[in-house]
């Protein structure tokens, strides 16, 4: 029996900028109102949570634990949670879902006035943390914190799903399937037919891929400046391979000539400006639709000419695929036991939690796709 009581466990927590991941002891207070400790079972590695350790994105003062990838149990719950019981198999959500909020009951967004995502406090709502490391308080990553044995997190940033599924699997639920194949299927709602061209042909492009062929894309075109990553993409339903560094034209010329003007859809999954606006041109004048995904650096800017707006191109972005994490998180886990549709080959390793350098080092080095961290 743990509930009430503080837990000793281990985490990997970032001391500072760029530094690596150190496996430590940490204490983990229990829940207080409306807060929920989660077993963690499995993470995923994302590109987000590397760029949160070079500094890139905003976050707050180190030292700090990032994930937000993840599936796990609930260990105990807080004064006023009604929802969920220990036991639960769950998915923790780095966009939450209040439910009341103004943003919460419009079906015009997914995103709830309690996301941190660029204004991330790595507190609690109370302003206090439920972590500790040798008498030092660490702050969380975007309401998630999943490179720990154990974590707290808000009741709006939790969705229960199906105790039988497999937490190595649908832990990429929590993030990069869903952010890709939601982007395709509901942010930019493809019709069959389209022709699509995605820029990033990892976990959350690949996922992007998923969702073109769930929709019944018919061309759907992958950009990589890494070619090991096109055999996999092909197996997806890449339907033509670019490498931009292989073209002397600038890559969106070769798109809409490849096209006969542009594509109905561009996602960018890197997270570069010169890739966004790539992606924005090579969207068709008139009918087209580029949708943001990747996160830039902070302060970056983009700068185009008005004009090729005022034909009628749309240009959008979204966060976690658009999907509200406790309506539709439970649903994406019971469509993916009902096998319709498969991110088994998005995880291309898996490593005990204690390897977390090592499967960052994957992700570096453009080896992986998704590494699983197993606890
Ligand atoms: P990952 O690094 O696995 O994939 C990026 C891919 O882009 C790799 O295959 C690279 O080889 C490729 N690439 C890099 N530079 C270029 C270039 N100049 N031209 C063409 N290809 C290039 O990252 P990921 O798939 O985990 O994440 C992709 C982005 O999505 C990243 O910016 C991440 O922070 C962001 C993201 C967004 C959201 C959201 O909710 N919107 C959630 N999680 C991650
Ligand atoms: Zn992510
Ligand atoms: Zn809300």
């Known amino acids: 029996e743990t509930a009430g009581k503080v837990i000793k466990c281990r985490a990997a927590i970032i001391w500072g900028d760029k530094q690596p991941f150190s496996i430590e002891d940490i204490e983990v207070a229990p829940p207080r109102a409306h807060e929920v400790r989660i077993k963690i079972l499995a993470s995923g590695i994302c590109r987000s949570d590397d760029h949160a350790v070079n500094g890139t994105i905003s976050n707050p003062a180190y030292p700090i634990i990032l994930g937000h990838e993840a599936a796990g149990v609930v260990e105990s719950v807080g004064e006023g949670v009604t929802n969920l019981k220990p036991g639960d198999k769950v998915i923790p959500l780095f966009v939450p879902q209040c439910g009341e909020c103004r943003c919460c009951k419009s079906p015009k967004t997914n995103i709830c006035v309690k996301t941190k995502l660029g204004n991330n406090t790595g ?150 400006i010169n890739s966004m606006t790539s992606a924005l041109l090579s969207t068709h004048y008139a009918l087209g639709t580029c949708i943001i995904v990747g996160v830039a650096p902070k302060s970056s800017q983009i700068s185009f000419d008005p004009m090729i707006m005022l034909f009628g191109r749309t240009l959008k972005g979204a966060c976690f695929g658009g999907f509200k994490g406790k309506d539709c998180v439970p649903q994406l886990v019971s469509d993916y036991l009902a096998k319709k549709f498969d991110l ?10 204690e390897k977390i350098n090592e499967g960052f080092e994957l992700l570096r080095s453009g080896k992986s796709i998704r590494t699983v961290l197993l606890f």
Request: aromatic content about 8%.
């Open 123 to 272: 507190l609690m709502e109370d302003n206090t943390s439920r972590f500790s490391c040798k008498g030092k308080d660490i702050y969380n990553f975007i309401g998630t914190s999943t490179f720990t044995e154990y974590t707290v997190v808000s009741d709006a940033n939790v969705a229960k799903i199906d105790a039988s599924a497999p937490p190595e699997k649908v832990c990429l639920i929590g993030c990069g399937f869903s952010t890709g194949y939601g982007s395709a299927v509901k942010v930019a709602k493809i019709e069959p037919g389209s022709t699509c061209v995605i820029f990033g042909l990892g976990g959350i492009g690949l996922s992007v891929v998923i969702g073109c062929k769930v929709a019944g894309a018919t061309r759907i075109i992958g950009v990589d400046i890494n070619p090991e990553k096109f055999a996999k993409a092909k197996e997806l339903g890449v339907t033509d391979c670019i490498n931009p560094q292989d073209n002397t034209k600038p890559i969106h010329e070769v798109l809409i000539e490849l096209t006969g003007g542009g594509v109905d859809y561009a996602f960018e999954c890197i997270g570069h």
């Open 344 to 353: 088994d080959g998005l995880v291309t390793h898996t490593l005990p939690f």
